[in-house]
């Protein structure tokens, strides 16, 4: 479904990406862990076309999306849950819900806002009340159901877990295994490396710009050097 | 005495509501680019020149408004696109130096396509004065007023109800965000430029009839706006209403009662005082942005 070949990005001079291979297929949870600045964020921003891409070919069910504007990818089914949230704090909960569904067509939000919610109960309590209002977790919530509100072909998580509290992590981490279960492809991206590795079927590792090891999930999760590198064992 | 006041509130108000639709542009646009567009001023009068020489070449007036309108919404969009888009990325600063540039050619342009010549156009509905508890009122002035009610109306309606206007709050909020919402945000920008221009215009169009109108009317008229924006918190709605409002009754307070050779003094009396000692303005959230 994603086929990222020799990947390159910048920052201006500053090389972030240096040469990534990765590919996505229909259906699977891939995770890719990695230490802070290793270019996780950077990585999910130019396959969502807010960075641009230097070199290399993103490629998207057969189709060259490299250069391809960010709107566009949108429609196509590439959705994105950005690091830290990003909701529209003056916004209500549910405006930040309808514009995750911008790109669909008007008549469906209703019933997509209905499955959102009732994937998110906390959500539909708080419909009119500003973003910014809410607490971490919630916000995590929103920002994942207004990605949902895209119908989403692709699902890039960006640290999903980040600065929330070892039970909504848990939480947040069962809504990641229900929408597996619901066969929605979803590419994740976590320092908690472990529990990232733990839901997905496979794992790639990404140190510096480069990817160092790949493996199925488990696999990576028993590996000496994830281990030691990742896991903290 | 009590007529007097009235009569200098109406005045004000009439000329408030025109700051208001100024200022609106304003806030629009920056809060779509941060920008602070001193070319706002050139639409307005574009809008006013180009309803008169459309008028003058035989086109009704209600034929020749809509097209001036246009015109003026299509320079804003030509602006957006061709001057403030290739420069994306630079500072606010240079932006808004871009915008200084557009305006004085923009001028140029008019005294090319024109002339240097004063202009009237004729008023919508006559210009028979209606009496109101002792004080006066133009026909032109309930123009004023009907037509900015409306557009407030419209706009209130358009950025809280419609999903293009929350995609361009959205915008203003968070751009990362909204592209990953699958918003266009150059489309956005685009929007916002059309919009504010045609705005302008709108004004430049309805007090034409009142202060006539010329090729340099937007240099103060953008500045007065630009006053009761940062009176009103740059880049709020209401704050631009409120404030081009409270401008225009206090200039006209200050004309009457003091002295009408202060009268453009208010503006800048005003911008200095909000600045010094509030300058995220009334209705301002952030604080200003040091340029």
Redo the contacts between chains.
Sequence with gaps: MLEVGTLTSHYGRIQALKGLDLTVREGELVALVGANGAGKTTLLRTL???QPASGGSIVFDGADITHE???RR??RGI??V?EGR??????SVE?NL???G??RP?DEGDAELERVYSMFPALKERRRQAAGTLSGGQQQMLAMG??LM?RPRLLLLDEPSMGLAPRLVEEIYAKVRALKQARTTIFLVDQNARAALSVADRGYVLETGRIVLAGAGRELLGNEQVKAAYLGL | MLAQLLQFLLAGLTVGAIYALVALGFAIIHNASHVINFAQGEFVMIGGMATVSLANSGLPLPLAIPIAVLAAAAVGVVLEKFAVEPARGASVVTLIIITIGASILLRGLATLVWDKKLHALPPFSGDQPIELAGATILPQSLWVLGVTLGIVLLLGWFFGRTLTGKAMLATAHNPLAAQLCGVNVRFVLMLSFGLSAALGAIAGILIAPITLTSWDVGVMLGLKGFAAAILGGLGSGTGAVVGGILLGIAESLGAGYISSAYKDAMAFVIILAVLFFMPSGLFGSKSAERV
């Design positions: 969502s076309g807010v504007r960010a709107d949108v429609k959705v994105q950005p990003q909701v529209f704090g003056p916004l405006d309808r514009l995750g911008y790109t008007r207004r990605a895209a």
